[in-house]
């Protein structure tokens, strides 16, 4: 079975700095699609990015950028200039087929 | 933008009473989803839907859990007889297989509490 794990429940940063969250996954297969998802205290889940794991090159969406490395099976998720509107959970997720599989979380918080 | 709808935002009941979480799906998705979310826990998969049939299912989605998609636009789940430990978020998302592979949208949620 497949597992997603965040080892950072918990993260900060000052607003306009830049913050990496951490995600590695587990899989035997070869084509399936990574995501961050971020839930605010509304607890809405909005996609950030995506990446298909068939791509090399990084998905960028403006300030948000993920650094993605097929063989360690590492995911991880870049965020520049951060507002304080970026402040939320953030999960990982691993897609193939049907279901999304989540990781436990990370809690971003931005400091003013 | 269209987005994935759902009613009631929050549920309140009584152990052992029947619950209905509802969901409409954006329009032109032909994929359907429930996923439950324990507070402080992770997003779990619960059920997935698809031509009016479960595709798949976790080892949560027992037999107290159903799901049925009654018309056009709705996307029901149903547990039979609530448990303390069912309370929980719930999310229903959707998709179109024809757009982005995977790229699932997920409704604002349902808060669940049973007393």
């Known amino acids: 079975a497949q597992t997603v794990t965040q080892s950072q429940p918990e993260m900060s940063v000052q607003e306009a700095e830049t913050v990496t969250l951490s995600c590695t996954y587990d899989?035997?297969?070869?084509?399936?699609?990574l995501f961050w998802y971020k839930q605010p205290p509304s607890r809405q889940m909005i996609l950030v990015i995506r990446?298909?794991?068939?791509?090399?090159q990084n998905a960028t969406e403006n300030r948000f950028s993920v650094n993605f490395q097929k063989a360690a099976k590492s995911f991880s998720l870049k965020i520049s200039d951060s507002q304080l509107g970026d402040a939320a959970m953030y999960f990982c997720?691993?897609?193939?087929?049907?279901?999304?599989?989540f990781g436990e979380g990370t809690q971003l918080t931005v400091n003013p | 933008e269209p987005e994935v709808t759902q009613t009631p935002s929050h549920q309140v009941t009584q152990m052992g009473q029947e619950v209905i979480l509802r969901c409409v799906p954006i329009s032109n998705h032909l994929y359907f989803y429930w996923y439950r979310q324990i507070l402080g826990q992770k997003v779990e998969f619960l059920v997935s839907f698809y031509n009016n049939e479960i595709s798949e299912k976790s080892e949560i989605f027992d037999d107290q859990f159903s799901v049925e998609r009654p018309d056009g636009s709705n996307f029901t789940l149903k547990i039979r007889s609530t448990k303390l430990e069912d309370s929980a978020m719930y999310f229903c998302a959707s998709h179109d297989w024809r757009e982005h592979y995977n790229e699932q949208f997920f409704g604002p949620g349902t808060r669940l509490t049973v007393l």
């Open positions: 997720a691993y897609g193939r087929g049907s279901r999304l599989t």
């Open positions: 990446q298909e794991a068939y791509k090399q």
């Open positions: 899989t035997s297969e070869s084509d399936y699609y």
